[in-house]
């Protein structure tokens, strides 16, 4: 089964957590460990990807040591065309929708669609949008980030990734944000998109990810506090516990 069918059909059950891996963060045996970890903890998908640093190299083999551990899919989550591995079993296939630049648009995906056609990943099209504060990704990505107050302007965004034919969309507030998205903007973009919503960025604790889900968030993502925690059973365990209930 393909990847975002296996995501579509387990979304009807029941929300769903995905864990974030940096490759530039940690070593691939590392890498790997914390996916088998994870997917132990019950996260749904890993998501391998990270805004500086990341290689071919890496990108294979955090990838390479992660399929010899999990079974659930990894899925790249790419910042440019430069680091696009053929062990993976899907791509975000993203536009960065409030991007001031064509680059990040669609320009890094023009280069990339051919070598992910050769590779025969499965290309999973999303609609990204950086909400402030955006943190790296928003920088180098060259977003407008989409001010926390402009719930109007999310759901514009939102609404023209479902017009656009895109299967997913994905409301960021930036790798270590020091707060989540609102629940008030996840539930405005949630009432008016038919298509799944991914939110991450700045989810640390049970708390936050238990709100974006009652907000109507169908996928949780989180990344820093599996780098940073030294008890996963007692943070992701937790984070993951409280998307599931
Ligand atoms: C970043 O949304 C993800 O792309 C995860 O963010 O690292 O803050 O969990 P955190």
Redesign the pocket.
Known sequence: MKVLEHILRKLDEEKLHMT?VDPDKQDAEKAGELAGKAEELGTDAIMV?GSTGITQKKMDDTILAMKERVKIPVII?PTSASAISAYADAIYFMSLLNSKSPVFLVRQQMIAAPYIKKMGIEPIPMGYIVIEPGMK?GEIGMAEPVPRDKIDMAVGYSLAAEFFGMKLVYL??????PEPVSGTMISAVKSEISIPLIV?????NADAAENAIRAGADIV?????VEESEDLEKSLGKIIEAVKS
Do not use: C, M, Q
């Open positions: 974030l990807g989550f990704v960021e507030a930036g790798s270590g944000a991450g960025g700045g989810i640390r993502v989180t990344g820093t506090i």
